[in-house]
């Protein structure tokens, strides 16, 4: 993947995690991820419309995965697309809580543990 697509995913998401919202500014440990949304070992690809900025935990939670399992309905459930879908449609703050509300959403928050004690504390924390 070369700078300028680098580059380009950090700008179209300002500098923050498509995940958890959470800006390059305030993530502690490390530079927000430049992110495969279909892992290569899934057939993704380096294609802008295929990456997305992820902070650590995200990542790192997201992995490999495609799917989890809805909390609410026991369904195998594809996890959230930033480039396909609208954050706003699937997740929702309460306070500092994400909150999902649909199945992706729920699928998400729950794979993801965008609601962890750590991502809890850095919220909380104002980071």
Known sequence: MNRATRDLVRRRAGDRC???QLHQDDSPLAALHVEHIRPRKHGGTDDDG????????????????????DPLTDAVTSLFHPRE??????????????IGISNVGRTTVGVLAMNNE??????????
Do not use: P
């Open 18 to 20: 498509e995940y958890c």
């Open 118 to 127: 750590e991502q809890l504390e850095l919220r909380m924390s104002g980071h």
């Open 85 to 98: 879908q609208v954050w706003e449609e699937h997740f929702k703050w309460e306070g500092i809580h994400i």
């Open 50 to 69: 295929n990456l997305c900025l992820a902070c650590i935990d995200c990542n790192l939670h997201k992995g490999s995965n495609l799917t989890g399992i």
